[in-house]
């Protein structure tokens, strides 16, 4: 099954997701299920036409009230990691943020097959193209205070220096694109991790921190797979290939992207392209020319 979340501002990027999905006709044997975060009546209704499932969202680890007022969304920092619970008859999960979309169904595939005999199927943010993987503040030129991501994201959780310092340079794992199957140990790894980050409170970026301890302390199983398949468009833009129609890594071979994924936004000015259409950035083709073009499906 294919699962993704959305509450009611992310609707839009949400129905393009499932539609990326749904013109392959591969998609026809595999379900794709919604959990609800905030999704108007409306939108579910037009939801429920295309997928198979739809199941309200829930608080499954106790988080500070104070920290999620009005925030239904973030339970998608929450639930994600207690999959099997909501949809308990399926046996392989494949997770796909909403605002992400799928632009080569072979991606679909390796993740299906990634995570086989219980291993987890993820891309970690590292790659051809990437000049500054972690950032350090430097003390008299030669002390150095780390500010990498998952650094940070560990000492604010208060998950200890010691576990912070095994994660300090380790490539950083974006839990936006993940697969597991219902009987995988990842489960409930994930889990302990998770309630343990959660206890500072810092709900936003915990469920990603405690996907990294699982897989760089605690040894979980893991099929790390290409960067195309789980393409973080904000660290590194795409090209497009005018004569195939779609988009590509920036650098030779110049493979098709496999998931376009728009985490933290493209922005034009104070205007992310997530949540404004009419939102273009110029890019390069591999016929060298500049483009003026949306990287939302359909656009």
């Known amino acids: 099954m294919i699962i993704s979340l ?35 009546n ?9 997928v198979d499932e739809i199941k309200i969202a829930e608080w499954d680890i106790k988080v500070p009230a104070i920290k999620i007022k009005g925030k239904e969304w973030l339970k998608s920092q929450v639930s994600r990691a207690f999959l099997p619970k909501y949809f308990p008859n399926y046996e392989k999960y494949l997770w796909i943020d909403c605002d992400a979309w799928v632009n080569d169904w072979n991606s679909v595939e390796l993740y299906f097959k990634a995570c086989e005999n219980g291993k987890l199927g993820i891309t970690q943010t590292l790659g051809p ?18 500010k990498s991501q998952n650094f940070k994201h560990a000492v604010k959780s208060k998950i200890g220096l010691s576990k912070a310092r095994k994660l300090a340079f380790a490539p950083h794992i974006n839990i936006g ?8 140990p990842g489960w409930k790894s994930w ?3 998770l309630e343990e980050t959660l206890k500072a409170g810092n709900i936003f970026g915990s469920e990603g921190l405690a996907i990294n301890m699982s897989v760089y302390i605690d040894d979980l199983r893991t ?12 660290n590194l833009l795409p090209k497009f290939d005018e004569k195939e129609n779609t988009f590509v890594e920036p650098y030779l071979p110049n493979y098709k992207i496999g998931i376009m994924h728009l985490a933290a936004g493209i922005w034009d000015g104070d205007k992310d392209m997530r949540l404004n259409k009419e939102i273009k950035i110029k890019i390069e083709s591999i016929q060298k020319k500049t483009l003026s073009k949306s990287l939302r499906f359909g656009l």
């Open 129 to 146: 193209g990437y000049k500054i993987m972690s950032k350090v503040n430097w003390l008299f030129g030669k002390i150095a205070i780390i």
């Open 191 to 193: 889990q302990k991790n």
């Open 223 to 234: 099929e790390f797979l290409p960067l195309n398949c789980n393409w973080i468009a904000s």
């Open 6 to 40: 959305a509450d009611e501002n992310y609707f839009q990027l949400l129905n393009e997701l499932i539609d990326s999905v749904k013109r392959f006709p591969q998609s026809k044997d595999i379900a794709i299920c919604i959990l609800d975060a905030g999704l108007n």
């Open 177 to 184: 694109v993940f697969s597991l199957e219902k009987n995988s």
């Open 42 to 50: 409306q939108q579910k209704t037009i939801l429920s036409k295309k």
